[in-house]
């Protein structure tokens, strides 16, 4: 019967919370025994086992590639539930989407190894694929129970060899265990500011039957994280911002006022006669008529600290979560040496985003007797003046005239309308069936076919209607009062309103079947020689199904975006060889490793493809052990980027073309000219109307595949002198060319490519800008640029992983005479994390010890996790430490090996301090049956600190570097990689039967 024990506990101790190098040896069957499927015995009753990076049945557990073990009492340790929460702390792990992501966001949890990406990271579930969840194939962590996990094993480097494609950065193993009784708890837990309480209950129930034949294990799990918003931490109390653009860090709020604005943009640009600089109202004033402002004089658009509208209260800071999950596996032995097994699982989560009242933005038609009724006289004036102007000028013209009408670009946040609110309802389901067994004495055979799918409901609240909009100021819908706080009216929320609903679905399915076994060996006391031969098909399909008003466009304040749909397949032959070629007495080993496999994929651009890997393992006396290895992986492009629909977004970005700093520099001048910017307005912050600029986002069919090459080099040291101490150190290197990204890696990388670096007119980046901006210069979503997929990037890590690894005996205790002590100690080092948005251009961005800009989230040149336990009778008292190094922002990275330009584009906030957290906690068995934890995490409350401001809402005090203005990712900071929640507690209940 398994349990919750001392003696587990001390094994997991040794692991928690670091990610072990070292050997991981396989469980005594009576101690509770993995479901991974490779794991069989021969006749003999010699136990031969598989690891995580091999499909090859073997007795020794050493790998020539690092394989790294997190313990299943790391979880329990640490209060943790979701997955995310441990994984995300260890070194080789930079965040990926988590709950604390709102915006950007999608309500999933995501892996992403060594920054590589989460589509380039491989998660297997007992050594198969797990079921992923939208149109990127990316597994969402939400649907792994933690209370079954036994291990989480990280391979670095490239797999595909052994696994296939996807497993570039490289693979992360979830083993679940076994059970036999009754297992049961719970957890709860809550901030110290009495919010974010989370709480989870869950049961299992194993049991062998049959004389031992076979055993089964059932499941369920209800979990439920409260929400804690912006507003209810200071630091996240504000919407900071402005240092990018040379003004000090104040409270920036957002361009779109509650209070209506309207922009003449036509100006000379339109014949009017009325010059850009013409000014119709001063938007510094406070109770400027109705509060519409006409405005095109440089430097008054930008910014408005006291009439701009804060939305960083409403926006969450944790999302919430709801889930329920369920599922069992089973095995049988139906033949002696013949098992059939088999695996369910179903889980429903219901997470939820929530941002500001949507924002409304773009060129609208006016009519003016529509809106007459709403104006003072002043500003209905200013209205006609525009209007006689454009009248008098296209009549001289010989050009159609539209009376009464005059098109603005329109500003106006729909506070009336509340909270935009999205609702993603995730249902997964996964099945699994198969067959293992002895063929031979040495020769075994594993087949399993699997089929899963999930469904995802995205229903959408807030959104405003542009064409119901559009109609309220044209007269032809019902009139809608932009002009001052508070004057839609409920009737006219109702007219302009819009519900919008999402669909996606995404299936995978997988036959797989391997032979495995031995051949004999060298002889001088090697092992047998250890094979692996098989063949797998997998067939994934995903389809993302937007309703009428979202492929249209219509929908302002979520993206809107066009159906997706496509699917491929992929037939694959493999094999592996692991052969010892001798072993002494005297603890010298020599073992060599091989891989191939070859992809033949129904894609045209991808066809067949070779994947392979080699390593060798030298063990040059007992305490020391060489290790190295070398592979090719491949990852082919996703259905999303394959066939991914166009659709808009809005990504923060600088028009180089209205950077004053461009004013003076005529072959910028001359791009921006040849792309639609008047020559007189380039330099002009007002043709930038927004601090995002819209864009098209979009699949691309002729994707070919990504490869990448990737080192690991490493030592293992045991030495007599100190027993128990374990020391490791790995260096890595993966470099992936041909990777798939939009050009330039975003659109701020486009318009930099395009203005900065390659300028010329005729190259595809500035191709992308010709012909979509307005007549003054600006980029509306009226024809925003195409920026889409292609396999042009290239990018890299490189660094070190070091641990250290000791346990001994204490000869004192509280509660037994001796108590133990265990010490790890997990740390990267990070060389380089490097990213080419266009291969052959001078362009290189150097992530490592950066943050921000196309670095996103920092990546410190220097990480670890570390924890020390004592181990006292029933009582384990421990103590994790975690910490970052400093991190500059991407002031300097963008390099030109020329030196002739200086590619600088933000002048914010340059600096995130070193960053440090210390955990407690305590596990007491308070009787056989019965284990309670309990915790602190973030003892020292270590929080970004609460701004101060001036009367102007200029900020006069940071106190401390956490807290971010332009450079952040979100609620002032990055909420995935810093703590935003402060001192939270914890306590869990365990019981078993």
């Not at 006291?306 to 095995?331: F, H, K, S, W």
């Not at 500003?411 to 699994?432: C, K, M, P, W, Y």
């Not at 091989?594 to 651009?605: F, P, Q, T």
């Not at 010329?760 to 500035?766: G, L, M, R």
Request: one cysteine or more; proline letters at 4%.
């Amino acid at each position: 019967m398994n349990r919750f024990s001392k003696g587990t506990l001390l094994a997991g101790t040794i692991m928690a919370g670091a990610m072990i190098a070292t050997p991981a040896y396989a469980q005594d069957e009576d101690a509770g025994a993995s479901v991974q499927s490779g794991a069989a015995e021969n006749s003999d009753g010699d136990n031969f086992i598989v690891v995580t990076g091999s499909r090859i049945q073997q007795k020794n557990v050493d790998t020539a590639a690092p394989v790294a073990v997190v313990a299943a009492e790391e979880f329990e340790l640490s209060g943790t539930v979701n997955v995310e929460n441990v994984v995300n702390t260890l070194p080789q792990v930079v965040p990926g989407t988590t709950s604390f992501s709102n915006n950007p966001g999608n309500g999933t949890a995501t892996l992403n190894l060594r920054g590589l990406g989460t589509n380039r990271t491989l998660v297997l579930v007992n050594g198969r694929r797990w079921v992923s969840f939208d149109t990127a194939q990316v597994v969402d962590l939400n649907t792994i129970p933690n209370f079954l996990l036994e291990s989480v094993d990280v391979v670095t480097g490239g797999a595909s060899a052994v696994y296939g494609s996807d497993a570039l950065a490289g693979v992360v193993n979830f083993n679940l265990k076994r059970v036999e009784g009754l297992e049961m708890g719970g957890q709860y837990s809550i901030t110290e500011e009495g919010d974010g309480a989370s709480y989870q209950v869950y049961g299992a129930i194993g049991t062998s039957f049959d004389d031992g034949r076979g055993n089964a294990t059932v499941y369920a799990e209800y979990y439920n994280r409260e929400s804690v918003f912006q507003g209810d931490r200071a630091f996240s109390n504000f919407a900071l911002g402005g240092e990018t653009f040379g003004l000090n860090l104040l409270q920036f709020g957002s361009s779109t006022l509650p209070n209506g604005v309207l922009r003449y943009t036509g100006g000379a640009n339109s014949n009017t006669g009325l010059p850009p600089g013409t000014e119709f109202g001063n938007a510094g004033e406070s109770g400027f008529g109705n509060g519409v402002v006409f405005d095109d004089t440089p430097g008054d658009f930008r910014f408005r600290t006291g009439d701009t509208y804060n939305y960083a209260p409403v926006n969450y800071l944790q999302i919430p979560q709801e889930r329920y999950l369920m599922g069992g596996y089973a095995d049988y032995e139906f033949t002696p040496g013949h098992t059939a097994y088999t695996e369910v699982t179903y889980v429903n989560n219901r997470v939820q985003q929530e941002l500001a009242a949507t924002p409304v933005t773009g060129n609208f038609n006016v009519d003016l007797a529509t809106v007459q009724p709403f104006l003072i006289p002043g500003d209905f004036q200013q209205l006609q003046d525009i209007d006689a102007a454009e009248t008098a000028q296209n009549n001289a013209d010989g050009v159609a005239d539209d009376p009464g009408v005059v098109n603005f670009f329109v500003q106006r946040r729909t506070i009336e309308t509340g909270a935009r609110n999205s609702l993603d309802e995730r249902n997964a389901f996964r099945v699994l069936a198969g067959v293992r067994g002895d063929i031979t004495d040495n020769l075994f055979y594993d087949a399993y076919y699997s089929y899963a799918r999930t469904r995802n409901a995205n229903v959408q609240a807030g959104n405003i209607s542009r064409s119901a909009f559009q109609a309220g100021l044209d007269g032809t819908g019902t009139p809608i009062n932009i002009f001052g706080l508070g004057t839609l009216t409920p009737a006219m929320v109702q007219a302009i309103s819009i519900q919008a609903q999402n669909g996606d679905i995404s299936t995978q399915e997988i036959a797989s079947a391997s032979i495995s076994g031995f051949l004999g060996n060298f002889g001088m006391g090697a092992d047998d020689v250890g094979f692996a031969v098989g063949a797998e098909y997998r067939g994934v399909e995903s389809r993302f199904l937007p309703d009428t008003a979202l492929s249209s466009g219509d929908v302002i304040g979520f993206n809107a975006g066009n159906s997706t749909e496509g699917k491929y397949n992929v037939r694959e032959l493999f094999a592996e060889l692991n052969v010892p070629i001798f072993e002494t007495d005297g603890g010298q080993r020599l073992e060599l490793t091989g891989a191939a496999r070859y992809s033949d994929y129904s894609l045209d651009a991808i066809g067949g493809v070779w994947t392979y890997a080699g390593g060798v393992e030298f063990q040059p006396i007992d305490q020391v052990t060489l290790r190295g290895q070398y592979q090719r992986a491949i990852r082919a492009p996703n259905v999303g980027e394959l066939f991914g629909g166009q659709s808009i977004g809005f990504p923060g970005a600088n028009d180089p073309c209205a950077d004053p700093a461009n004013a003076n520099d005529q072959t910028v001048i001359n791009l921006c000219q040849a792309t639609g910017v008047p020559a007189g307005n380039v330099g002009d912050p007002n043709i930038q109307l927004n601090a995002q600029i819209p864009a098209l986002f979009g699949g691309n069919p002729n994707l070919q595949e990504e490869t990448s090459e990737s080192y690991t080099f490493g030592i293992v040291l045991q030495p007599n002198f100190a027993p128990g101490l374990t020391i490791t150190a790995d260096y890595f290197d993966i470099t992936i060319d041909d990777a798939v990204a939009v050009a330039g890696g975003s659109l701020q990388g486009l318009l930099d490519l395009c203005y900065l670096q390659i300028q010329d007119i005729n190259s595809a980046a500035c191709q992308a800008f010709v012909g979509t901006r307005t007549g003054n210069g600006a980029i509306t979503v009226a024809s925003p640029p195409l920026v889409g997929n292609a396999n042009i990037a290239s990018l890299g890590v490189s660094g070190v992983d070091l641990e250290i690894n000791y346990t001994t005996d204490v000869a004192f205790g509280l509660f037994e005479q001796d108590s133990r002590l265990n010490f790890n100690f997990l740390g990267t080092y990070t060389e380089s994390s490097f990213f080419v948005p266009v291969v052959g251009q001078p362009t290189t961005v150097e992530c490592a010890g950066l943050f921000a800009g196309q670095c996103g989230e920092p990546t410190p040149e220097y990480k670890w996790t570390s924890r020390l336990s004592w181990i006292d009778g029933p009582l384990t008292t421990s103590v994790r430490w975690r910490h970052l190094d400093s991190v500059d922002s991407e002031d300097s990275i963008l390099v030109d090996p020329t030196g002739g330009i200086d590619y600088t584009s933000f002048n914010g906030i340059n600096t995130i301090d070193s960053y440090d957290l210390f955990d407690l906690s305590f596990s007491v068995e308070a009787s056989e049956n019965v284990t309670i934890t309990a915790g602190i995490d973030n003892v020292f409350d270590t929080l970004p600190g609460a701004p101060e401001f001036d009367a102007a809402g200029n900020v006069t005090n940071r106190p401390n570097s956490l807290l971010l203005g332009d450079n952040q990712e979100q609620a002032n900071t990055y909420p995935s990689t810093y703590d935003v929640l402060g001192r939270k507690f914890f306590v869990s209940a365990a019981f078993s039967f």
